[in-house]
């Protein structure tokens, strides 16, 4: 669940050009069934999901590492006694 929510933002990026371009180049105004249409959703539920874990490694986490900050644990000071 970690894992999804941390590419949740790339497949949101991607799914919409994923589907447009497996329904223009694989339905291409054919018509199909229930199944057939399931499967296509299938189909680009996976392919998203894979690209989306493409560019949430090779992209955001790149990115976040090179601009995020520091993060700097304070220790609590000793009090005199």
């Not at 694989?26 to 199909?32: D, E, I, S, T």
């Not at 690209?51 to 992209?59: D, E, M, N, P």
């Amino acid at each position: 669940m970690v894992w999804l929510g941390n590419v949740s933002f790339a497949f949101y990026l991607i799914q919409f050009p994923v589907m447009v371009l497996i329904t223009r180049n694989l339905l291409g105004g054919k018509q199909f069934g229930i199944v057939g249409w399931a499967g296509f959703a299938v189909l680009s539920l996976i392919v998203s999901t894979a690209i989306a874990a493409v560019l949430y490694h090779w992209v955001d986490l790149p990115i976040m590492r090179r601009f995020a900050r520091v993060k700097r644990t304070t220790e609590p000071q000793p009090t005199p006694a």
